[in-house]
């Protein structure tokens, strides 16, 4: 499995955060606060849960990482780039270094897995030798290499959830961003998920994962970021759901 | 490498996109070739227009009746003096007999023998100056006018001015008319563009996040909107081509000009409406596809 995602060797520079936010606010042009002074420190190799009522700025904290948002002030880096002194000619080569899965998959239906997947590769101006290599190799790490010619449609909500962790990976990310992944998955198959993303995250990959299931959380004990009203009310590692006292 | 790639990637995803909306992409190649028709119509009327112009142009002199009286040395320097004049390009002296000599020759091809019935006519001695710069007609005239010896002054510049009026103005409507029809076309190839865009929104969106560059997702859809030049030009360079022997000898009959046609015509058509096409489907759906992006971006 370490030659399908390059496992991050600890070096004294591993503490450097892979994701830096500071004194980030964004306001919405209506005047709706979405963030407002959040400090967040993510190491490499981290794995973190995003936690907060609906409206409570996560999706926000997401758009401004993938560089889709830019703040209203702050500054946010990540994976060593500063966002906000990008140019947009660059955001191409930030988005290859952060994966991204989202609760509705958005897997394109029309193609197959394997194609869903070589997609990325594909717009991406990688050489066929490159894409024939690595799609079969992300498939197997999903468990999905049985299922490569299936359409979308053919596959159940898990299945549909490893193909977009699978596409996420193709150009070997920093990040991986999940955005309610089990959102839209029964109890087991959300563990099943999550069992993956523990494994990609202990090959070095740091996990992000906005969600509002208590269970996993709870169960997880990691480091939880807790957003109320844009405001980051609570970062606390080896955290539960809600505050313990 | 990687161009040769990104090249193949966007080829391959207009071509799959140009059928993938099929429908579309035929009507806005069908307003290509209307407006590419209507183009060749308008190129081929204005060409033969233009060789009558060119004829005229080339025929247009000013013929100045001199008195009978003119003495040798005022012929001389009346030669002379229009000679020095700018747009002239040369002076012809036509003596009463030279010019009798013309008259007869002009019924003898007609076929006719010139009867005078015994009286004896005498035709006026004239200048006749060819010009190389047809708007110099009105200043040689006027000089000529002025001068105690010329008795009349002809210039061929009234029917010249008609043509070139009439030319005029046919260009301007056909040209009005290939815009609006072009505009037409713009609009169509826009519409077909943005529609495939929106279609493809979440292909898009799903292209952006896992990093690929503006290019790879504007140039396919470019490059779809350029198809539909494409077609649309060949199309029709092969309709044009199809009536092409018939249309040669029309035009000579029409403008009654041997000149209407060149030999290069074709070719010069054929280079208009591919230029034409491919230029009209780029800009179209690069308008498309710049909104789309910058609007979602």
Redesign the interface.
Same mark, same amino acid.
Request: aromatic share 6%.
């Given at each position: 499995m370490t030659s399908l995602l390059r496992r991050r060797a600890r070096t004294p520079d591993s503490d450097a955060p892979v994701i830096n936010m500071v004194d980030v606010g964004m306001t919405y042009p209506n005047g709706k606060v979405a963030l407002a002074d959040v400090n967040v420190r993510i190491p490499s190799g981290d794995f973190v849960f995003l936690v907060g009522p609906s409206g409570a700025g996560k999706s926000t904290f997401i758009r401004l990482l +993938?560089r889709e948002q830019l703040p209203t002030h702050g500054h946010v880096t990540v994976a060593g780039r500063d966002l906000l002194r990008m140019r /947009?000619?660059q955001v *191409? =080569?930030? &988005? &290859?270094r952060i994966g +991204?899965v989202f609760q509705d998959f &958005?897997l394109?239906p029309s193609k197959t897995v394997g194609e869903n997947v070589a997609? =990325?590769l594909?717009?991406?101006?990688a *050489?066929g030798s490159v894409v024939r290599r690595r799609v079969p190799q992300l498939l197997s790490l999903v468990g999905l290499q049985e299922h490569v010619h299936h359409l979308p449609t053919q596959l159940s909500g898990g299945e549909q959830q490893r193909t977009a962790i699978a /596409? =996420?990976l193709?150009?070997d990310p920093a990040i991986l961003i999940a955005d309610e992944p089990t959102g839209n998955l029964d109890p087991v198959t959300s563990w099943e998920i999550i069992q993956l993303l523990i494994q990609i995250n202990q090959l070095g990959t740091t996990v992000l994962m906005a969600t509002h299931n208590q269970e996993i959380v709870n169960a997880m004990r990691r480091r939880v970021l807790a957003l109320e009203a844009g405001h980051l009310v609570r970062d606390e590692a080896a955290a539960a759901y809600e505050r313990e006292y | 490498m990687p161009f040769v790639r990104f090249i193949g990637f966007s080829v391959v995803r207009a071509w799959q996109g140009f059928w993938r909306n099929a429908m579309m992409s035929l009507a806005a190649t069908a307003t290509v070739i209307l407006m590419l028709v209507l183009l060749s119509a308008l190129f081929l009327v204005i060409s033969g227009l233009n060789a009558g112009l060119e004829f005229i142009e080339s025929k247009v002199a000013v013929t100045a009746q001199l008195e009978d009286d003119i003495l040798v040395p005022a012929r001389e320097r009346l030669i002379e003096e229009v000679a020095a004049m700018p747009g002239v390009a040369s002076v012809e002296y036509v003596s009463p007999e030279a010019a009798w000599e013309r008259l007869e020759a002009a019924y003898e091809e007609t076929g006719q023998s010139l009867e005078t019935g015994g009286a004896d006519i005498t035709l006026f001695a004239s200048l006749e100056v060819s010009l190389a710069d047809p708007d110099a007609s009105t200043n040689v005239s006027e000089v000529l006018d002025d001068e105690p010896d010329v008795t009349r002054v002809l210039t061929k510049q009234a029917e010249y001015d008609t043509l070139l009026n009439i030319i005029n103005l046919i260009r301007t409507v056909g040209i009005i008319s290939v815009g609006l029809v072009g505009l037409t076309v713009l609009f169509m190839i826009i519409n077909t563009i943005r529609i495939a865009v929106y279609s493809r929104a979440n292909e898009i969106e799903i292209m952006r996040l896992v990093g690929a560059s503006d290019s790879f997702i504007r140039w396919p859809f470019i490059l779809e909107g350029i198809l539909c030049g494409l077609i649309g030009g060949v199309v029709t360079i092969a309709l044009v081509a199809a009536v092409w022997d018939p249309i040669q000898p029309a035009m000579v009959q029409v403008f009654q000009m041997p000149t209407a046609v060149s030999d290069q015509f074709l070719t010069t058509l054929s280079l208009l409406l591919l230029g034409v096409g491919l230029g009209v489907g780029a800009l179209g759906s690069w308008i498309s596809v710049r909104s789309y992006l910058a609007a979602t971006r």
């Amino acid at each position: 499995m370490t030659s399908l995602l390059r496992r991050r060797a600890r070096t004294p520079d591993s503490d450097a955060p892979v994701i830096n936010m500071v004194d980030v606010g964004m306001t919405y042009p209506n005047g709706k606060v979405a963030l407002a002074d959040v400090n967040v420190r993510i190491p490499s190799g981290d794995f973190v849960f995003l936690v907060g009522p609906s409206g409570a700025g996560k999706s926000t904290f997401i758009r401004l990482l +993938i560089r889709e948002q830019l703040p209203t002030h702050g500054h946010v880096t990540v994976a060593g780039r500063d966002l906000l002194r990008m140019r /947009r000619g660059q955001v *191409p =080569a930030l &988005r &290859r270094r952060i994966g +991204i899965v989202f609760q509705d998959f &958005r897997l394109l239906p029309s193609k197959t897995v394997g194609e869903n997947v070589a997609f =990325a590769l594909d717009v991406t101006g990688a *050489p066929g030798s490159v894409v024939r290599r690595r799609v079969p190799q992300l498939l197997s790490l999903v468990g999905l290499q049985e299922h490569v010619h299936h359409l979308p449609t053919q596959l159940s909500g898990g299945e549909q959830q490893r193909t977009a962790i699978a /596409r =996420a990976l193709v150009h070997d990310p920093a990040i991986l961003i999940a955005d309610e992944p089990t959102g839209n998955l029964d109890p087991v198959t959300s563990w099943e998920i999550i069992q993956l993303l523990i494994q990609i995250n202990q090959l070095g990959t740091t996990v992000l994962m906005a969600t509002h299931n208590q269970e996993i959380v709870n169960a997880m004990r990691r480091r939880v970021l807790a957003l109320e009203a844009g405001h980051l009310v609570r970062d606390e590692a080896a955290a539960a759901y809600e505050r313990e006292y | 490498m990687p161009f040769v790639r990104f090249i193949g990637f966007s080829v391959v995803r207009a071509w799959q996109g140009f059928w993938r909306n099929a429908m579309m992409s035929l009507a806005a190649t069908a307003t290509v070739i209307l407006m590419l028709v209507l183009l060749s119509a308008l190129f081929l009327v204005i060409s033969g227009l233009n060789a009558g112009l060119e004829f005229i142009e080339s025929k247009v002199a000013v013929t100045a009746q001199l008195e009978d009286d003119i003495l040798v040395p005022a012929r001389e320097r009346l030669i002379e003096e229009v000679a020095a004049m700018p747009g002239v390009a040369s002076v012809e002296y036509v003596s009463p007999e030279a010019a009798w000599e013309r008259l007869e020759a002009a019924y003898e091809e007609t076929g006719q023998s010139l009867e005078t019935g015994g009286a004896d006519i005498t035709l006026f001695a004239s200048l006749e100056v060819s010009l190389a710069d047809p708007d110099a007609s009105t200043n040689v005239s006027e000089v000529l006018d002025d001068e105690p010896d010329v008795t009349r002054v002809l210039t061929k510049q009234a029917e010249y001015d008609t043509l070139l009026n009439i030319i005029n103005l046919i260009r301007t409507v056909g040209i009005i008319s290939v815009g609006l029809v072009g505009l037409t076309v713009l609009f169509m190839i826009i519409n077909t563009i943005r529609i495939a865009v929106y279609s493809r929104a979440n292909e898009i969106e799903i292209m952006r996040l896992v990093g690929a560059s503006d290019s790879f997702i504007r140039w396919p859809f470019i490059l779809e909107g350029i198809l539909c030049g494409l077609i649309g030009g060949v199309v029709t360079i092969a309709l044009v081509a199809a009536v092409w022997d018939p249309i040669q000898p029309a035009m000579v009959q029409v403008f009654q000009m041997p000149t209407a046609v060149s030999d290069q015509f074709l070719t010069t058509l054929s280079l208009l409406l591919l230029g034409v096409g491919l230029g009209v489907g780029a800009l179209g759906s690069w308008i498309s596809v710049r909104s789309y992006l910058a609007a979602t971006r």
